[in-house]
């Protein structure tokens, strides 16, 4: 089983910027990787993905232009790059891997996500 480890959270100011990293445990370049986030008791939401091969990638529409997904596939590390955090951006953020040929709508869809990390707390105060 593949195992997803994230980083790099941590309790910062609106405008502050966070790096988070997913470490993987095995080779995953052909992965499409993704962020999801949960907000309090609130459903979890994608965030950003990254697909293996073509390195494509899409964004939630509330951090687009702030976040960037990239992945080191030498190192197996896929990073979030926050900026501009605002305060709804709190919450716990985890890292999620895909075997399957994800494009389009199915990226958001974390069911068709089997990997999961435990997740990284994220809070940002205004």
């Known amino acids: 089983q593949v195992r997803l480890a994230e980083s790099g959270g941590g309790m910062v100011q609106a405008g502050d910027s966070l790096t988070l990293a997913c470490a993987i445990s095995e080779s995953a370049s052909s992965k499409t990787m993704a962020w999801f986030r949960r907000a309090g008791n609130k459903e979890r939401e994608f965030v950003a993905s990254i697909m293996g091969m073509s390195a494509a990638t899409d964004y939630a529409d509330s951090v687009k232009g702030r976040f960037t997904i990239t992945r080191d596939n030498g190192k197996n590390i896929c990073y979030l790059q926050l900026k501009s955090l605002k305060p709804e951006d709190t919450g716990v953020y985890y890292c999620?891997?895909?075997?399957?040929?994800?494009?389009?709508?199915?990226?958001?869809?974390?069911?068709?996500?089997?990997?999961w990390g435990q997740g990284t707390q994220v809070t940002v105060s205004s």
């Open positions: 999620a891997g895909s075997n399957l040929g994800l494009s389009g709508a199915t990226l958001k869809m974390q069911q068709l996500y089997r990997d």
